[in-house]
């Protein structure tokens, strides 16, 4: 079946550094891939999103880079703040009707920040 | 994920009993979703609702689980003759109608209800 994995469960980060998260998926139809960051006892909150026309889509501090060819998506965080500390997760769109969101997630990636 | 609001937060229940949560998506959000998220795991798709139909629930267990979304009031979720396996974080999300704009475009989560069963 399709599914969404995270390359590493845990990532540990000196606060100001820059932190990588990597996400693999297994479904080459997928066109829609979201990233969100959900603290503990709250919900998921976007961070950002890319759909399958592009490869690379930048917002504030964070950046998306979507490699069809290899499955791989990550999310790059520049000069990551202890606010940045929070579980990750990639999810892929299985959905394939414009605005129909059945999603798939991955396990997530927990993120820790050094100070 | 502002704007989606989900009602109760946390909630108690005995075996046996039944589980209703409740999800009001964010103004002008004709879609609803329910996900499940167990203990250190991402979050599982449930079902998909718009207004008075259930468009997909390929994820909801056959039993014991029902949901809806009527006309007027907001969805429910609802879990008859809980069992400790059904203690997670129930995630309610929504989405635009098919006539917005395709920017901007996407599903956004609301905070949880916490269920546990004891």
């Known amino acids: 079946g399709e599914s969404v994995g995270l390359h590493l469960p845990t990532l540990s980060v000196q606060e100001g550094d820059n932190s990588i998260i990597n996400c693999a998926y297994s479904n080459s139809a997928s066109d829609y891939f979201i990233w969100y960051k959900q603290e503990s006892g709250k919900g998921p909150q976007f961070i950002i999103d890319?759909?399958?026309?592009?490869d690379k889509r930048q917002g504030q501090r964070v950046t998306v880079l979507l490699n069809k060819t290899v499955k791989h998506l990550s999310l790059q965080i520049a000069a990551t703040q202890p606010g940045d500390s929070a579980v990750y997760f990639c999810a892929e769109n299985f959905s394939h009707y414009f605005n129909d969101y059945k999603l798939s997630f991955g396990a997530g990636t927990t993120v820790t920040v050094r100070a | 994920n502002a704007g989606v609001m989900q009602n109760p937060r946390h909630l108690v229940r005995r075996r046996g009993q039944e589980a209703r949560l409740r999800c009001s998506p964010m103004?002008?959000?004709?879609?609803v979703y329910w996900y499940r998220q167990l203990p250190e795991e991402g979050l599982k798709f449930m079902v998909y609702?718009?207004?008075?139909?259930?468009?997909?629930e390929s994820g909801m267990p056959k039993e014991r689980f029902s949901a809806e979304f009527p006309k007027e009031g907001p969805s429910i979720l609802r879990i008859q003759q809980v069992v400790r396996g059904d203690s997670a974080a129930y995630f309610c999300?929504?989405?635009?109608?098919?006539?917005?704009?395709?920017?901007?475009?996407?599903?956004?989560f609301g905070e949880g209800s916490w269920l546990t069963v004891v």
């Open positions: 890319i759909r399958s026309n592009m």
């Open positions: 609702l718009q207004k008075e139909n259930i468009i997909d």
């Open positions: 103004k002008g959000h004709s879609h």
């Open positions: 999300a929504s989405s635009p109608p098919l006539d917005s704009s395709y920017s901007g475009n996407t599903i956004y």
